[in-house]
């Protein structure tokens, strides 16, 4: 039987870095297995914050990709303030740390490009593609943002053509991502980025969510929404994880390839105190001001100054992005010499960084809004069976998935005394021999599971 067709129109892939690109990354890697045909249409020369070459493995050699070129403003703004180089991964400088040239970013980014500087891609892509769709069958098109300016090249062909099939995937919220209020917006373009938002819900024929709290909010907002979250590819694993009814289901493509091109930008060398094993808590990704734990290192800091068993053995490792102003706080606290920096690196490479840590930590914004962000590592995280520690708002759609996993705990950002305890908890465990690789009811957070949830909707 002939496959059906649906045109995924993404502004990352590979090369690109990070966790945005593999969300529609392995659905197009799995959705051949349920009778869907992908085809990618993403630009010729876009503008990525990270790159990873290493995620190029993963593109199915059959892969149809579509390609135009895209203008968008970042170099000019890059060459004006270094720092705009954080706005394309919707990163910003806050509170004491943002100068008069950050403050002057940020009010040009919000309301001068609504809703994201790549919508000087929407004109052309609409001209392009309206064309594409009415010489190619095309079941079903598809939309993924952030940036939520491919949401409007959707908007724009659905008027157009009447009949065409649209999702619109939110991996991030629009109006209601926590950095929304940094955007320093006018009465003016606030009601313009609300009004786009709405037009995209009620248009749209299915909204795409990854969390269970976003997608009851859109649905609140008028969308048709369905919540799928991102996941883990059993084929970047040599793990085992434990099934629905609890066995262990060994995962077939085991081995992880060891990456020849990962990036580490100035790696800096642990010093630890003696040649001891390690209790290692490991951050792996992008660590921003706004999803910083202060009260975590202060936790820790306080535990090295006074359990000396403790300070003989912990390491804090960093695999990933961290923003200079984290880094330049750490490098000024006693926990200056238990720091393991690697940089950023490989998605390959980073996902052996999780399988050689204690404890893994992840974290998100703190605002009440932000509570539906399931930050895509986690998943990652829970193939490891490694135990998690988290920071976000109370009640968070990451509580429920630790809970029901039993991988770990959720704390808020003013948790210090609990912090505390579970951490040496932990690390008696550890040191004992007994911190046990125990999460559960992973298999449902798969991405081949997740794509047959998605074909299902599709068909």
């Known amino acids: ?60 050699n059959d892969l149809k990709i579509v390609k135009t070129t895209i203008w968008e403003p970042y170099q000019l703004a890059e060459k004006l303030n270094k720092s705009n180089k954080k706005f394309k991964a919707g990163q910003f400088d806050v509170g004491k740390n943002q100068s008069w040239k950050s403050k002057l970013s940020i009010w040009v980014r919000g309301n ?177 001001q706004l999803r910083n734990p202060e009260n975590l290192w202060k936790a820790l800091e306080e535990l090295v100054q006074t359990n000396s068993d403790f300070a003989q053995h912990f390491s804090l490792k960093f695999a990933g992005r961290v923003d200079d102003k984290i880094v330049q706080s750490l490098n000024h606290s006693s926990l200056k010499e238990h720091i393991l920096d690697l940089g950023y690196l490989s998605h390959e490479k980073a996902i052996e960084e999780m399988q050689t840590s204690d404890m893994l930590l992840i974290t998100n914004f703190p605002s009440e809004s932000s509570k539906g962000i399931i930050p895509g590592k986690i998943f990652e995280y829970l193939a490891t069976g490694k135990q998690i520690i988290s920071f976000g708002p109370d009640k968070a759609d990451v509580s429920k998935i630790l809970d029901d996993t039993h991988a770990g705990k959720h704390f808020n950002y003013e948790d210090f005394e609990t912090i505390q305890s579970f951490i040496l908890e932990k690390f008696e465990l550890w040191k004992n021999g007994n911190l046990l690789e125990n999460a559960q009811n992973i298999e449902q957070f798969s991405r081949r599971n997740l794509t047959q949830q998605l074909a299902e909707i599709l068909d």
């Not at 045109?7 to 349920?34: C, D």
């Not at 593609?129 to 939309?143: A, F, S």
């Not at 919220?173 to 929304?180: A, G």
């Not at 786009?196 to 976003?214: G, H, P, R, W």
């Open 1 to 60: 039987m002939e496959r059906k067709k649906i045109l995924i129109i993404t502004y990352y892939w590979p090369p690109a870095g990070g966790p945005g690109v593999q969300r529609w990354l392995k659905f197009a890697k799995y959705l051949p297995e349920f009778g869907w045909e992908p085809i990618i249409y993403t630009p010729e020369n876009p503008s990525y914050p990270l790159l990873d070459e290493s995620l190029l493995n993963d593109v199915p």
């Open 112 to 288: 001068f490009f609504i809703p994201d500087a790549r919508v000087f891609w929407v004109k052309p892509s609409v001209k392009f593609l309206e064309r594409y769709l009415k010489e190619n069958k095309i079941d079903v098109v598809v939309t993924s943002g952030p940036p939520h300016s491919l949401h409007l090249i959707g908007l724009q062909l659905k008027k157009k053509l009447p009949a065409l099939k649209w999702i619109a995937d939110f991996r991030d919220p629009w109006t209601e991502i926590s950095y929304y209020k940094h955007l320093k917006l006018t009465k003016n373009s606030d009601r313009k980025h609300r009004q786009l938002e709405s037009e995209v819900f009620k248009n749209a024929d299915i909204t795409l969510a990854t969390s269970y709290t976003d997608a009851e909010n859109f649905r609140k907002n008028g969308a048709n929404a369905v919540c799928i979250t991102n996941g883990f590819d059993e084929s970047d694993s040599s793990e085992k994880v434990k099934g629905q009814k609890g066995e262990k289901a060994e995962w077939q493509d085991g081995e992880i390839a060891k990456s020849q091109n990962c990036q580490i930008d100035n790696p800096k060398p642990l010093k630890p105190s003696n040649s001891k094993a390690h209790f290692t808590l490991s951050y792996i990704g992008v660590l921003e």
